[in-house]
């Protein structure tokens, strides 16, 4: 079996504070995310997911993938998810300078602005330079990393593996990363419905990503 590192390192999470990797609580919350849509293939059939457990979430959306499909992204918003930016172009930022990766940040932040007000960022990859971030914070964006990891996207990944790599590392706070992708499809299919029951059947609760200023 692919031996993957899903549980974000403590040491990681003390080299980088200015990050929100997890969100410490004492209730039973989990604090589920969903990256790189909308898609209309999963993006809906993730909703309706979520719908039947009571659960809300946080999709960061990539702006591209808004501005085609505006009417999946209303329907986000409509289910009372919150919304985070994942930049329009999918960028890695460790091959991006400095402005251009700003710039596509800002574009897809116009979109976003017109439904919600929201300054939830996830790097793409997880790659960002510290001068990129730096800035990001300075104008106010709130940079959510993560706990856990599925890995649904990884095709070398079996349906399996997907789950418990999530039931295996989960707590109370995480915020665990799937993708309402195609690339992700067959993974998040199986496992997504299964954690919702699991963590439902312990008394957890599924909540969106809301940070005070």
Same mark, same amino acid.
């Given at each position: ?18 990050y929100i990797w997890d969100i410490p609580t ?56 919150? #919304?985070? *930016? ?8 460790? /091959? +991006?300078? %400095?402005?251009?990766? @700003? ?53 070398? #990944?079996? *349906? ?8 295996? /590392? +989960?707590? %109370?706070?995480?915020? @665990? ?31 969106n990503i809301v940070i005070p200023d």
């Amino acid at each position: 079996m692919k031996i993957t590192p899903t549980k974000t390192p403590l040491v990681v999470k003390k080299m980088f504070p200015n990050y929100i990797w997890d969100i410490p609580t004492e209730q039973k919350t989990i604090y589920l995310t969903f990256d790189d849509g909308p898609t209309p293939e999963i993006t809906h059939w993730t909703l309706n997911t979520l719908k039947q457990y009571n659960a809300k979430a946080t999709f960061f959306c990539i702006g591209s993938n808004i501005e085609k499909h505006p009417d999946i992204f209303q329907d986000i918003i409509n289910e009372g998810h919150s #919304i985070g *930016n994942h930049t329009y172009n999918h960028l890695k930022g460790w /091959k +991006t300078q %400095k402005q251009e990766y @700003i710039d596509d940040v800002l574009k897809t932040q116009s979109s976003i602005e017109h439904q919600q007000t929201s300054k939830l960022f996830r790097p793409p990859y997880g790659k960002i330079k510290p001068k990129q971030a730096n800035e990001l914070i300075q104008m106010g964006y709130k940079i959510i990393m993560w706990d856990v990891l599925s890995f649904d996207w990884d095709a070398t #990944i079996s *349906n399996a593996a997907c789950l418990e790599n999530v039931i295996s /590392k +989960t707590k %109370k706070g995480s915020i @665990i990363v799937f993708h309402d992708s195609l690339k992700a499809a067959s993974n998040l299919q199986y496992a997504l419905p299964k954690v919702l029951e699991h963590y439902s059947n312990l008394g957890f609760s599924f909540k969106n990503i809301v940070i005070p200023d």
